[in-house]
């Protein structure tokens, strides 16, 4: 899984752009945890495609251990 920073070398804004993203959505009372929304946000933009697979730092380790349905259990 590539982290924001492996992604930062085709697009340097993208964390700028993923923490900005997730604060709307939060204060929009939507998933800020949603990375197909995020993956659909940015390419809308122009910038380039993050990827199918979800960035490995898009949520912390605290959130992967509390959602073991969503994250198969995978700790970091």
């Known amino acids: 899984m590539p982290s924001f920073q492996d992604l930062s070398a085709e697009n340097p804004s993208i964390r700028q752009q ?3 993203w997730r604060q ?3 204060q929009n009372g939507e998933d800020p ?3 197909q929304a995020f993956r659909q946000h940015v ?3 122009g ?3 993050p990827g199918e697979e979800e960035i490995d730092d898009f949520v912390g380790d605290d959130f992967k251990a509390a ?3 969503r994250y198969g259990g ?3």
Do not use: F, L, Q, V
């Open 74 to 76: 995978i700790s970091a």
């Open 18 to 20: 993923y923490d900005e």
């Open 47 to 49: 910038a380039p495609d």
């Open 24 to 26: 709307i959505r939060s």
């Open 33 to 35: 945890t949603d990375y």
């Open 43 to 45: 390419t809308g933009m």
């Open 67 to 69: 959602h073991p349905e």
